[in-house]
């Protein structure tokens, strides 16, 4: 089946801790998104990415990292410099290249701070 | 800042009636349109894209765009309970690359 998957489903951090979110992609999407979604909110853009080896600076980038070594796979890390990390974390992927395409999204990570 | 603006409702219809979702946007440069569903607890999953100015239809959904307004709509024929959910409308950010900037969702419930 092809599709992307997100890892974990749950996952819960202790103030200080750095914590990585996994996604992965097999539908050979060149771009690929991470978005962060707040209750009763819409999602705001933290990192994307539309090549290998390359990403960028979304809305609210502070407090997170990437890393986009292998197409098909695209980390979050949330570092202890993001104060209120809690949140539903998405990744999202679209085939790229020029103009808008739609963007298919994963399961998510739903992040809570201990 | 390029926004795009919802009514976070609810939106409360009944069984069989149509749900109408409205939705601006800022940015006159955007040339295409999404519709997101998004079950509580869920990952929003594609409704529909619209391109276009008019009407595009896909069974019961029928996406409104009219681009001089700004303005793009979702209709739900024959609304069913299962419809219940929050929708995302999105429109690209004409700037460059492929970011999509998201409205904060319409929230529609559906009673039988």
């Known amino acids: 089946d092809g599709g992307i998957t997100q890892s974990p489903k749950y996952l819960f951090r202790k103030e200080g801790q750095n914590v990585t979110l996994s996604c992965e992609q097999n539908?050979?999407?060149?771009?690929m998104y991470w978005y962060r979604q707040d209750p009763g909110q819409g999602l705001r853009l933290i990192y994307y990415?539309?090549?290998?080896?390359?990403?960028q600076k979304g809305d609210i980038a502070e407090g997170y990292s990437v890393s986009r070594e292998k197409k098909e796979s695209f980390p979050l890390t949330v570092t202890s410099a993001q104060k209120n990390p809690t949140a539903f974390y998405l990744c999202?992927?679209?085939?790229?290249?020029?103009?808008?395409?739609?963007?298919?999204f994963g399961p998510g990570t739903r992040l809570t701070v201990l | 800042q390029k926004e795009v603006e919802q009514n976070s409702g609810p939106l409360s219809v009944p069984e069989g009636a149509i749900a109408s979702l409205n939705c601006t946007y800022s940015d006159r440069g955007s040339q295409s349109f999404f519709w997101y569903r998004q079950y509580s607890g869920k990952s929003p999953e594609l409704i529909m894209s619209i391109y276009s100015n008019g009407d595009k239809e896909d069974g019961r959904f029928t996406a409104q765009l009219n681009k001089a307004s700004q303005y793009v709509s979702l209709l739900i024929r024959d609304s069913q309970p299962s419809d219940s959910a929050t929708y995302l409308c999105a429109a690209p950010f004409s700037g460059g690359y492929n970011k999509l900037i998201f409205g904060a969702g319409t929230r529609l419930a559906v009673h039988p």
């Open positions: 539908l050979n999407h060149d771009a």
């Open positions: 990415s539309q090549i290998v080896n390359d990403f």
């Open positions: 999202a992927s679209s085939i790229g290249g020029a103009g808008a395409d739609t963007q298919y």
